[in-house]
């Protein structure tokens, strides 16, 4: 019985961390330079299947794995970045997402806050302050986008709703080919609670999957389509 249930819940922690991976994300691979190489190592190749390369590497002082994913998705760049910034759609494609709130916009700002609701966990939530980037390619636009906390700015914490507060990210999305996206995606995180590193560093990789199918499939539906120059 203790087995048993020591396996039920290492399968509850592993499904809070996909979920909350699909929102959270880290340093895009364009702004690597930014970061402080003598705090991390180099990145390391740890899975390469499903069209996706997912690397890791580790930080000074951090059991948390921070990786990096590069995948093709089957649409223009501007198509993935029209899904990545539909925001307040998110509740109808990412599973347990409860709330997602556009709080501001500003130019190339945003500022918005987000709830899971999970079953048999306490909910999380956050609000993110994301900037975005447009520069002419070759072949098509290339967008950058990168987030970090902004809990400040969003709702107070809520009673048995866990605040996330580390929680950056970025993507980078570039044109490969016609009609095709080579998009780079990297995850550092601490989603709060007692949740052992080995969970959610295996936790991280199940979600960049999970994640990376839905915006597959979201970036054929028609509302995009208008954005495909």
């Known amino acids: 019985m203790v087995a048993g249930a020591n396996a039920h819940s290492f399968t509850q922690r592993l499904t809070f961390i996909s979920v909350l991976l699909f929102f959270s994300v880290q340093l895009s691979a364009a702004d690597d330079a930014r970061l402080d190489h003598a705090?991390?190592?180099r990145w390391k190749e740890e899975s390469n299947r499903d069209g996706l390369i997912i690397y890791?590497?580790?930080r000074a002082g951090s059991?948390?794995?921070e990786l990096k994913t590069v995948g093709v998705i089957d649409a223009t760049s501007s198509v993935v970045f029209a899904v990545l910034d539909d925001v307040a759609a998110y509740p109808g494609f990412m599973p347990y997402t409860s709330e997602c709130s556009v709080l501001m916009r500003t130019g190339d700002y945003t500022i918005a806050y987000q709830r899971l609701e999970l079953p048999l966990m306490s909910n999380r939530d956050y609000t993110l302050r994301s900037e975005h980037f447009k520069t002419a390619g070759s072949n098509g636009p290339i967008y950058r986008i990168?987030?970090?906390p902004a809990n400040n700015l969003g709702p107070s914490e809520k009673p048995g709703v866990e605040r996330v507060k580390v929680c950056e990210g970025g993507w980078l999305i570039e044109p490969d080919g016609a009609g095709a996206t080579r998009a780079t995606y990297s995850i550092y995180t601490d989603s709060g609670g007692a949740i052992p590193a080995v969970i959610a560093n295996t936790g991280s990789r199940m979600a960049i999957r999970k994640m990376f199918g839905a915006?597959?499939?979201?970036a054929h539906e028609a509302k995009?389509?208008?954005s495909k120059s």
């Not at 915006?215 to 979201?218: L, S, Y």
């Open 63 to 65: 059991a948390l794995k």
């Open 39 to 41: 705090t991390a190592t």
């Open 56 to 58: 890791s590497r580790t």
């Open 215 to 218: 915006i597959r499939k979201a």
């Open 224 to 226: 995009y389509a208008a």
């Open 146 to 148: 990168q987030w970090e």
